[in-house]
């Protein structure tokens, strides 16, 4: 496998480049002169930088059927082609060939397997030494200085904060216009209250004759409808001033936007991602239906989130290979199958936007051991000791579990320091969404300057050239996989068909003549169908067929499926009227269409009518039935 890099233009070097290129673009304006083409012939001389044609400077590759030279490849590599990265980085670089290695096909048997085996254990072993707190520290450091490149008005930016809390937190303060108008209503509104007690004052005196009572209840209607005005005048008066008080903050709010944009900016200029490459990517990622109908209820549409996804992409250098969002119960967005190159995923949660998005798919990231050494080797720099504390300590946020600890620190989120058994972090994923928005990169760089600079350095580096190769080997075997998928669901449809061939569902008054109570004990949460709704559609044999919503026994939700309940041949139930025993016949429910459905009762009928043992082990898989239809007895009556 091929590494690509620029000749000449380290990643540093490149950010830099990108950030001067924008200092010049935005001073243009205002110079003439010989200044001016002096700025030109600078620009020039950027851009050609920039555009310098990428070769090749390293390879890694090996041949994963044959492990025993894959091996002896991937020994050489450590011994001889890991000098060609950062020493820095040498300890993640020899984890990620140790993960290689774990995916390759062991031939134990084979000859020269177990020497070549010994072999490469001693070259990792040569590495071991700097594996640990001082790699983790050491690649770090090494994403920290290449990315320590932004020059921000910190002072500035800490002075708008304050300006915004201050704000924030006084009351809403009045126009001249508005105490004007508030003192008029104020008035009026008294005026009125006044008059309404004087109204009920008089007709207390003078009696309640119905003339009296017939004019005071016009008058006091009148009154009292002008009263009301007056008060919601009063109520949108108090909202004014609100709503000033809110504008003032998101004016300032966008006044360090150009902060953050610039930052933004400067990292997606070093990004080798084009932006096509990254929509085609976002484009081809998968979204389930359930994911897609639930980020829709979150005001977050599919296209929106596409959209965003190739931002990723881009800012992320095309580290990140595709990610599928599939939707689960839990109401917490959260990320599962880090490093899985088959079951990789995201859950959207009940709340989910784009910073929400960039924060799970960023938690991937750390799929690369040099992402999870350097996220490692911040805490440890950072935080005030290895005690762990409650997040609900930290934060006084009761929303987080008893059981969630971080490290203590400055962070500019206590969140950042959260501690997990494996050694994933938060760190890359609470870095990164605070790039999804100008603002929060802006409040970034001036927070915490040592993680923008980590998260600038890693994000416009290349993989490491085992890093490249262990995202090719996965790819491979992703496909591989997927081919096997393939052959397997073209097998189980002919299996399907093959069992449901020649059963045939007659409709018939079964059901109609059962009495009353059993029909509710059937159809009731004690018969096993749990759909009282259900609706009976005939048999075949002694099998008994209803349509209507069970549960899934493989997914736990309810949908529309088949529910099935055998009794004997004559149609009486299997359990005769025993004490202790109700007065119902087994059933299950299956999901899918009339075709699956039929290939169950074929295998139920092969396997003694047990139709739940059938469906708990001999329908749960395409194995199974692929397996049933290829022993498939003869015509079944």
Not at 20 to 45: D, F, Q
Not at 62 to 91: C, F, H, M, Q
Not at 158 to 182: C, H, M, Y
Not at 196 to 223: R, W
């Amino acid at each position: 496998m091929t590494l690509l890099a620029l000749d000449d233009v380290s990643g540093s070097e490149k950010l830099k480049l990108v950030l001067e290129l924008g200092i010049i673009r935005k001073n243009m304006p205002g110079v003439a002169g010989v200044n001016k083409l002096n700025l030109v012939k600078r620009v020039r001389v950027i851009r050609q930088l920039l555009s310098i044609a990428i070769k090749p400077v390293a390879s890694l590759s090996i041949d994963p059927t044959n492990p025993v030279e894959s091996i002896k490849t991937l020994t050489d590599y450590l011994r001889n082609g890991i000098s060609a990265v950062p020493e820095s980085l040498r300890g993640a670089e020899a984890n990620t060939v140790e993960k290689i290695i774990k995916m390759l096909t062991s031939e134990n048997n084979k000859e020269g397997y177990q020497d070549a085996k010994s072999e490469w254990m001693d070259a990792f072993a040569d590495l071991r030494v700097p594996i640990g707190f001082s790699a983790e520290m050491a690649a770090f450091d090494h994403y920290k200085s290449t990315g320590n490149v932004f020059d921000v008005d910190i002072d500035r930016i800490k002075s708008i904060e304050v300006a915004i809390k201050e704000l924030s937190d006084k009351p809403p303060q009045d126009t001249p216009e508005i105490l004007a108008q508030q003192k008029a209503a104020q008035e009026e509104y008294e005026k009125l209250r006044l008059s309404l007690t004087d109204l009920l004052a008089v007709n207390q005196a003078n009696g309640y004759d119905k003339e009296a009572i017939e004019k005071a209840s016009n008058m006091f209607e009148v009154a009292s409808i002008k009263k009301q005005e007056v008060w919601e005048k009063l109520i949108s008066l108090d909202r004014q001033r609100h709503e000033i008080r809110k504008n003032q903050v998101k004016e300032l709010k966008e006044s360090l936007e150009p902060i953050g944009k610039k930052i933004i900016e400067t990292i997606l200029g070093t990004s080798k991602v084009t932006q096509e490459q990254a929509e085609s990517w976002a484009n081809s990622q998968v979204i389930g239906k359930s994911a897609i109908a639930r980020l829709k209820k979150a005001g977050y549409p599919e296209a929106d989130v596409r959209r965003d996804m190739a931002e990723f992409y881009r800012i992320s250098g095309g580290k990140l290979r595709l990610i599928k969002i599939e939707s689960e119960r839990s109401g917490r967005a959260h990320a599962k199958g880090i490093g899985h190159f088959e079951n990789a995923s995201i859950n959207p949660g009940n709340r989910f936007n784009k910073t929400t998005l960039w924060h799970e798919m960023a938690h991937h990231l750390e799929a690369d051991p040099a992402a999870k050494y350097a996220a490692n080797g911040f805490l440890v720099k950072r935080r005030e000791g290895d005690k762990v504390f409650s997040l609900r300590s930290l934060t006084g946020n009761r929303g987080y579990a008893s059981n969630e600890g971080a490290y203590k620190d400055d962070f500019i989120d206590p969140y950042v320091g959260k501690v997990y058994r494996d050694q994933t972090t938060e760190v890359w994923a609470m870095g990164i969404q605070y790039l999804a928005n100008p603002y929060d990169a802006a409040m970034l760089a001036s927070k915490d300057p040592e993680m923008a600079a980590l998260m600038a350095g890693y994000l416009q580096a290349d993989l490491t050239p085992a890093m490249k190769l262990l995202q090719s080997i996965q790819d491979k075997a992703k496909d591989v996989s997927q081919d096997i998928r393939d052959k397997e669901q073209s097998e189980y449809e002919k299996a399907i068909q093959k069992l449901s061939e020649g059963i045939e569902i007659v409709s018939d008054s079964w059901f109609s003549d059962l009495d009353p109570i059993d029909q509710g004990n059937l159809l009731g949460k004690w018969g096993g169908l749990n759909d009282p709704k259900a609706k009976y559609i005939g048999s075949w044999g002694g099998y008994r067929i209803f349509t209507g919503k069970f549960k899934n026994v493989s997914t736990r939700r309810i949908a529309n499926g088949f529910g099935v309940a055998f009794t004997h041949q004559n149609g009486s139930f299997v359990y005769p009227e025993q004490p202790n025993r109700r007065n119902i016949p087994p059933s299950v429910a299956v999901h899918g269409d009339m075709t699956t459905l039929k290939a169950f009762l074929r295998i139920s009928r092969a396997h003694d009518n047990n139709i739940v043992g059938v469906l708990y082990n001999r329908f749960r898989t395409k194995y199974a039935v692929i397996n049933e239809a290829a022993n498939l007895p003869g015509e079944q009556s």
